[in-house]
């Protein structure tokens, strides 16, 4: 086959359509017509002289040699977006460009907020589009739907098919009402299982405390459920306890009016949060300059 007679911009479409598997979804991602998309997946057949996709039902299969090639198309296009990225210098202070992400609300109070803040300074062109964890988490990175993803290495099993960079690690504290009148300066591990607890929960998904909880054997009279970034502010005035990040629960204390004690179990694991992304971005500046943005901040909150 002449290159010179191929439209490459059929490979970028084709890539996409293995992506959404939606003639719909993929317009929608290139900013063209669902005519338009149809008429290109018509050439795509033509060019590989196969259906590509086939209906079944109200969805779209994609042939077998359409999945053959996905993988080698993917690894093209990135291999010809680096090339062009790295002729290009990249000046945060000047540029302007569009970073996604995946993280839940802990990290984006937590973490992302202060990064917001510098970037509204040092980087007025820079733009965060934040979405929070949900079960398809690894797809959405997987499918270049978003950018990076960051979230606890311990809830991330798949981290290593990606590029990940380890960010920090955060314990676990108990947190009560600042006036709560059983419980002292200590909690026995007495109180923790049998005063009213909060359990945290991220979405539909346990949260990692509430699993090592079980894991250990640890009771608890659990009375409230609700998201980890609200649980804080749910505690005043009552005898609930609960398991807190402790960089979350440092940030809220005083709004919340709690107060924080160390957890009577011993072997309860802190998080680890780690950042990763695929290879299509490694080797893109800006990509590149954001990551080690977030490695410096990083390690400056550790440190302070």
Known sequence: MDLRNVDLNLLVAFDMLMTERSVTRAAQRLSVGQSAMS????????????????????????????????????E??????????????????????????????????????PLIARLSIEAPGIRLRIYPTG????????????????MPQEAFEEHTEFHYHRLFRDRYVVAVDKDHPEVGEDITLEQFSTLPYLAASSGHRRSLSEM?????GVPRNTEITAGFGMAPFLLRGTRLVTLVHERLARQVRDAAGIRLLDPPVPRLQPITE???????????????????????????????
Do not use: C
């Not at 971005?281 to 302070?304: C, G, K, M, S, Y």
């Open 39 to 74: 008429s290109t997946l018509n050439r795509l057949r033509k060019l590989f002289g196969d259906p590509i996709m086939t209906r079944d039902g109200r969805t779209l299969v994609a042939t077998p040699l359409a999945e053959s090639l996905a993988e080698p198309v993917r």
């Open 76 to 113: 093209l296009l990135t291999g010809i977006e680096n090339v062009l990225s790295l002729r290009n210098e990249f000046d945060p202070a000047t540029a302007e460009h569009t970073f996604t992400i995946i993280a839940n609300d802990y990290l984006t109070m937590t973490f992302l907020q």
């Open 135 to 150: 079960d398809d988490f690894a797809d959405q990175l997987r499918r270049h739907r978003v950018d990076l993803l960051i």
């Open 212 to 216: 090592q909880l079980d894991f250990l």
């Open 274 to 304: 780690i950042m990763a992304w695929t290879n299509r971005t490694d080797a893109v500046p800006a990509h590149r300059w954001f990551r080690q943005t977030l490695i410096d901040l990083a390690a400056e909150n550790d440190e302070a």
